[in-house]
């Protein structure tokens, strides 16, 4: 099957023009862990909490609200390139931090890591960790299930994202999309821990603009935004699961970025086994390399999100979906 409606290849998936790629097959990573497992089982020496976790954040987010604080009085073109050429990354990272604390991998007990997302999330400037975990968690569960993993495009945004302009102006604000379409299309009704983390969020940020004004605010969200869009860290989001090759539908990069990122880049090792922590992915592939060379990756994200806007046969729609069964 080619990405412009052609022929099916392997019965991966089928694809109509204007239409998402279908799989009437299951997610490939529940099989492919039995199989791995089955072959190196030592590979679950890896599972378990990575307890470097809790400083690395620490310092990651005392740096940026530092930072923040010493550009109170800076000027406005100084604040944004010391957002896009610094703050971007280390917001980033806090981002890719909560991804990782998600799965409970940096304490046994899972009440931890909401502490700790929720302190993650500080420099971010907008309480995102506790709905995060509840939508990524089915996206993990239910890859690809149409009405149920938000990580997908909606279909308003494949209808309209059509052209190379669109596309670029989509990147731009893909943090936004990636952020709001869950709200729009599965809003699930907020817990006592989203109220936590908007609290304290806001408590932050209030006291953000009151004790150093609304410049130190404005950086921190700048950082937000454009670590977010066209930035070489966020062709994670692009990269993972963006069907360029219509047989495989998540994809690993293996470049220097994964050393800021929490090594997502090892998307298919971490959709294979997501109780393994990122900086211990790597591993998984040097310990069954036979199931993963043979798969298509990156060394950019930069050449990612460039292939993403210019080729005109990739877009919103090229994502594998799958009807939800009778249980879901």
Not at 19 to 46: C, G, M, N, V
């Amino acid at each position: 099957m080619g990405i412009d409606g052609g022929e099916d290849r392997d019965g991966e998936g089928v694809m109509m023009p204007g239409d998402f790629f279908w799989s009437y097959t299951d997610e490939p990573h529940a099989s492919r862990r039995r199989l791995i497992l089955s072959k190196y089982p030592q590979i679950k020496e890896l599972f378990g909490p990575d307890y470097s976790a809790l400083f690395k954040i620490s310092i990651v987010v005392l740096l940026q609200l530092g930072t923040a604080i010493v550009l109170k009085d800076a000027g406005w073109l100084k604040i944004l390139l010391v957002a896009y050429f610094f703050g971007s990354f280390l917001n980033h990272n806090l981002f890719l931090a909560i991804h990782e604390l998600s799965h409970n991998l940096a304490f046994s007990s899972p009440v931890y890591n909401r502490w700790l997302g929720i302190f993650a999330n500080l420099p971010i400037g907008v309480p995102m960790s506790v709905t995060f975990q509840k939508y990524h968690l089915e996206h993990h569960r239910f890859q690809g299930v149409d009405g149920i993993d938000m990580d997908v495009p909606s279909i308003a945004e494949a209808r309209v994202v059509t052209n190379v302009l669109a596309k670029t102006i989509w990147v731009f604000l893909q943090l936004f999309f990636y952020a709001f379409r869950p709200l729009f299309l599965k809003p699930k009704p907020p817990g006592i821990w989203e109220f936590m983390n908007f609290s304290i969020q806001i408590a932050l940020d209030v006291s953000m603009v009151y004790f150093w004004g609304w410049k130190s605010l404005a950086y921190l969200i700048l950082a937000t935004f454009v670590g977010g869009g066209m930035h070489p860290m966020a062709g994670h989001f692009i990269s993972e699961h963006y069907i360029f090759k219509p047989e495989q539908e998540t994809y690993s990069y293996y470049g220097p970025l994964n050393l800021l990122t929490w090594h997502v880049g090892y998307h298919n090792e971490h959709h294979d086994f997501p109780r393994i922590p990122g900086h211990k992915l790597h591993k998984v592939k040097e310990i069954a390399p036979e199931y993963y060379d043979s798969l298509s990756s990156y060394k950019s994200w930069s050449q990612v999100i460039y292939m993403y806007i210019m080729d005109s046969t990739v877009g919103p729609y090229s994502r594998m979906k799958r009807k939800p069964s009778k249980n879901e």
